[in-house]
């Protein structure tokens, strides 16, 4: 008779849980189209002018401009959609094949940006390239949350170093600041983390989602921090073929 009661108990413990969870996720898809309705229209405002300003006879340097903010508007959309569907444990990629080096130059315009604006100097290298599939949208949010973490890591006027190769079938990422070396690689999954800590670092946030998504696209993810000195991450993806 015990061991039936225990049996029904566990079993309403558990028909709870998924409750719960579907619960959660609803929730979730609910809050995700609200900001996401939310955040579209100053965008489609800021689009709006861009198009304005491109019938203008304007200068070179104006179409520069110009054409940033059209690709940080769109940058806003690819990390807020990211984030929502991470939180809701939904994150799944939908990769193209990819020239990685034309890839990596978009990026990096767009991190180049944002550490002027830290007031940190990035630095690049980029090796042989390959054709990657990859998911741009999720990838770009993964390159922005480990460019945001060493900015965080680095000092004033401090310097970040992002490299790439081809070696073995792989591509090769390498992203080392010259910082305080204060970062550790966290534990768990990004979704558990979320609801599952009452207090949790940013910095913790931002490493769990893009080693999520570089795990996504078989990837592998690597962080060394050394006290005083810096933080580099490294990280290898699959290629789909060679150039």
């Known amino acids: 008779m015990l061991s ?24 979730g898809k609910r809050l995700r189209e609200l900001i996401t309705n939310e955040i579209k229209v100053p965008l489609t405002i800021i689009n709006n002018y861009i198009e304005i300003l491109n019938e203008k006879k304007l200068p070179a340097e104006a179409d520069d401009i110009i054409r940033m903010l059209q690709k940080q508007a769109h940058s806003v959309e690819d990390i807020s959609e990211t984030i929502f569907v991470s939180m809701m444990d ?17 990026i990096l315009e767009l991190l180049s940006e944002y550490c002027e604006a830290r007031d940190v100097k990035l630095f690049k290298k980029i090796g042989e390239g390959a054709v990657v599939n990859i998911d741009r949208a999720k990838f770009y949010t993964a390159m922005f949350q480990l460019i945001k ?7 004033k006027g401090g310097k970040i170093y992002f490299g790439t190769e081809f070696n073995e079938g792989m591509i090769s990422i ?45 990837g592998q993810f690597n962080l060394e921090s050394v006290k005083g000195n810096g933080t580099t991450f490294r990280i290898t993806l699959p290629i789909v073929q060679t150039l």
């Open 90 to 106: 939904d994150l799944k990629p939908s990769g193209n094949n990819l020239q990685f080096n034309e890839l990596i130059d978009d």
């Open 174 to 218: 390498t992203i080392q600041n010259e910082g305080k070396g204060s970062l550790a690689e966290p534990e768990g999954d990004i979704h558990e983390y979320f609801y599952l800590k009452k207090n949790f670092k940013d910095d913790d946030m931002k490493l769990l989602l893009a080693k999520k998504i570089i795990h996504l696209h078989s």
């Open 149 to 155: 973490a060493s900015c965080d890591d680095c000092r």
């Open 4 to 27: 039936k009661q225990i049996e029904t108990a566990i079993e309403r413990t558990i028909s709870l849980e998924m409750l719960i969870k579907d619960e959660k996720h609803d929730s």
